[in-house]
T-cell receptor, first 116, second 108 residues
Framework: EPEVTQTPSHQVTQMGQEVILRCVPISNHLYFYWYRQILGQKVEFLVS????????KSEIFDDQFSVERPDGSNFTLKIRSTKLEDSAMYFC??????????????FGEGSRLTVL | RKEVEQDPGPFNVPEGATVAFNCTYS??????FFWYRQDCRKEPKLLMS???SGNEDGRFTAQLNRASQYISLLIRDSKLSDSATYLCVVNMNNDMRFGAGTRLTVKP
């Protein structure tokens, strides 16, 4: 069964360092998302990406964040200068462009980021 | 008003109980609706889509009321393995927005 894969599964970094989280969405999917979940809290939308550009982003997704789809398969989230409050699980998800009740979101297993 | 709002929970029920979760959404133009399940420290996984006419999948029944902008999930004959967080998800212009989730614990 096709799946979304994410790397690394866990990254520990020092405050102020740059971090890149990588995702390989399912190959025929066209919409890509990043979400984050701080431990014990809700799943928060960060950004959606379609047709090689950001389609929407939340207020969390400030200038420290960027996304890229560099080679047609990977979808990356970069945090330029990490803060303590960036510590969270980051989920990548993808879906087909189906309308109505098609277009289920498929999630990767997440990348846990710990900022010290 | 939050985009997607759910019962805060937590719900602690005995095995065999029937439990219902509610969810409201703010954008009347929302196109599609889902219930996801998330186990502790795992990724969310689709439980079921929610159709306008209501739909059932075994012990699970989902209902949608577009006029009231309200979605529900009913779990009958709950099992220990149903213990998880249930997330209401709404497709708003191809952006999938999550409710805060309702935690369910089923006890023997």
């Amino acid at each position: 069964e096709p799946e979304v894969t994410q790397t690394p599964s866990h990254q520990v970094t020092q405050m102020g360092q740059e971090v890149i989280l990588r995702c390989v969405p399912i190959s025929n999917h066209l919409y890509f998302y990043w979400y984050r979940q701080i431990l014990g809290q809700k799943v928060e939308f960060l950004v959606s990406f379609y047709n090689n550009e950001i389609s929407e982003k939340s207020e969390i997704f400030d200038d420290q964040f960027s996304v890229e789809r560099p080679d047609g398969s990977n979808f990356t989230l970069k945090i330029r200068s990490t803060k303590l409050e960036d510590s969270a699980m980051y989920f990548c998800a993808s879906r087909t462009p189906g309308g109505g009740n098609t277009g289920e979101l498929f999630f990767g297993e997440g990348s846990r980021l710990t900022v010290l | 008003r939050k985009e997607v709002e759910q019962d805060p929970g937590p719900f602690n029920v005995p095995e065999g109980a029937t439990v219902a979760f509610n969810c409201t959404y703010s954008n009347s133009a929302s196109q599609s609706f889902f219930w996801y399940r998330q186990d502790c420290r795992k990724e969310p996984k689709l439980l079921m889509s929610v159709y306008s006419s209501g739909n059932e999948d075994g012990r699970f029944t989902a209902q949608l009321n577009r006029a009231s902008q309200y979605i529900s999930l009913l779990i009958r004959d709950s099992k220990l393995s149903d213990s998880a967080t249930y997330l209401c998800v709404v497709n708003m212009n191809n952006d999938m927005r999550f409710g805060a989730g309702t935690r369910l614990t089923v006890k023997p």
